[in-house]
């Protein structure tokens, strides 16, 4: 296996990593260059990915670049510039690739069937109604995130907020809450499990749960891909080992979620987006 390092290593910190694997011998025909979103920002992701990309690089002869980044508003820039071949993406960046970008979702990824994006406050704070958040602070997450961004301001449609603040991460966001300079925040009931143990002796409680499952995140492929390509890459994942395919997170033999409502959700959040940054916050 072929191995480049074309960044240098305090970079993978600052803009991401570029790992790029291939077969040696014989003519390359091309680079796929994959993108997957690296919360946590480790080098583990290299390791994670190793033997998926020396696979997908010997059976279609290609460089094969991974290209993490470490939150959702770097993974929309790189959509926008076309710059990935395939993305693992989650279902708000799924969503914008698919609706905007002409990506085409191969397989599902593994993840939890059913996630909801729901609305924390502290388990002491008195109100009990989404529009009780009428004038007040409320902490949401990134550009693309379907449980903390797409669906919570869909639900908030109609609504004057003091400010939003955009957390980085869920965690970071339920922190906002905990040391109450947001009133509420937007997470996924996943999340709220995950993280509120580690905030105590803070308690919260979900003052509103939105009715819709999130569709499963899923693996795209981008229209930079020869056509008859995109077929060749499609039968090469369906055929790869099951424990590669488990390794980096995808169903090889998974059916492709319904995205049409998740991309009606991004289309009405995205007529206010230009709003989010003002004080205060018309969404409407």
């Not at 002491?124 to 004038?135: C, F, R, V």
């Amino acid at each position: 296996m072929f191995v480049r390092f074309p960044r240098r290593l305090f970079l993978f910190h600052l803009l991401g990593f570029t790992f790029a694997a291939c077969k040696p011998q014989g003519g390359v025909e091309g680079t796929l260059t994959i993108g997957v979103i690296n919360y946590g920002g480790g080098e583990q992701i290299i390791n994670q990915y190793a033997k998926f990309n020396s696979y997908l690089g010997e059976k279609t002869n290609s460089y094969i670049q991974l290209e993490p980044v470490f939150n959702e508003n770097r993974a929309v820039e790189r959509l926008d510039a076309r710059a990935w071949s395939l993305v693992f993406a989650p279902p708000g960046l799924a969503a914008i690739a698919i609706a905007r970008h002409q990506y085409i979702p191969l397989f599902p990824l593994i993840g939890i069937s059913n996630l909801r994006s729901i609305f924390v406050v502290r388990k002491d704070n008195p109100i009990t109604e989404l529009k009780q958040l009428q004038g007040k602070t409320v902490a949401l997450g990134q550009l693309g995130s379907a449980t903390g961004y797409y669906f919570p301001l869909y639900n908030l449609y109609g609504t004057t907020l003091a400010e939003i603040l955009f957390a980085p991460t869920p965690k970071a966001a339920l922190e906002l809450v905990a040391q109450g300079k947001a009133i509420a925040c937007a997470v996924s009931e996943a999340e709220l499990s995950l993280y509120s143990s580690q905030l105590a002796p803070t308690e919260f409680r979900i003052l509103f749960k939105d009715p819709h499952y999130v569709p499963l995140g899923v693996v795209l492929i981008g229209p930079n891909v020869e056509r008859n390509r995109q077929e060749f890459i499609r039968k090469v994942m369906s055929n790869s080992p099951s424990g590669l395919a488990q390794e980096v997170g995808y169903v090889p033999n998974g059916q492709v979620p319904d995205y049409k409502y998740m991309i009606s959700v991004v289309d009405r959040v995205s007529s206010i987006s230009s709003k989010l940054q003002k004080k205060p916050v018309r969404l409407f």
